[in-house]
């Protein structure tokens, strides 16, 4: 078995999708819209199959993801390939003015990662 595909509500889908695309190479798919419902997504394809679909609808409110001392979601990791990629990613989102709450180092269980809030909040730990 695998994960097939991880999903969350946005506020701005047009922005979330070009923020995914941009540093995280995902390729999106066609605009999902359903007017009965007023939701509309887009699924979000990364290199390796993953997939993450954004969607929006008007009477969703915003959450934060920013404690995490809760249960549920906390965060998901993208998986860059090397040390120099997680930090060179990890300076060009902190120059672009996003918000890094783990700058890069070896965690406890070996993992070497930093982490990133996109532009909604969410957690995003970026891995070798």
């Known amino acids: 078995m695998r994960i097939e595909h991880i999903a969350i509500w946005v506020t701005d889908l047009e922005m979330m999708r070009t923020f995914y695309e941009l540093y995280f190479n995902a390729l999106s798919?066609?605009?999902y819209y359903n007017p009965t419902k007023e939701f509309s997504s887009y699924f979000l394809r990364f290199t390796d199959g993953a997939r993450l679909e954004i969607m929006h609808k008007p009477s969703i409110g915003k959450s934060s993801n920013i404690d995490t001392t809760r249960t549920g979601f906390i965060h998901?990791?993208?998986?860059?390939g090397s040390?120099?990629?997680v930090n060179s990613l990890t300076d060009e989102l902190r120059a672009d003015g996003?918000?890094?709450t783990g700058k890069p180092r070896t965690t406890?269980?070996?993992y070497y990662e930093s982490v990133v809030?996109?532009?909604e909040g969410n957690q995003i730990e970026i891995t070798i």
């Open 83 to 85: 040390k120099e990629k």
């Open 29 to 31: 798919g066609e605009k």
């Open 76 to 80: 998901f990791a993208m998986s860059v």
């Open 117 to 119: 809030l996109d532009p």
């Open 98 to 100: 996003y918000t890094i």
């Open 108 to 110: 406890g269980d070996g």
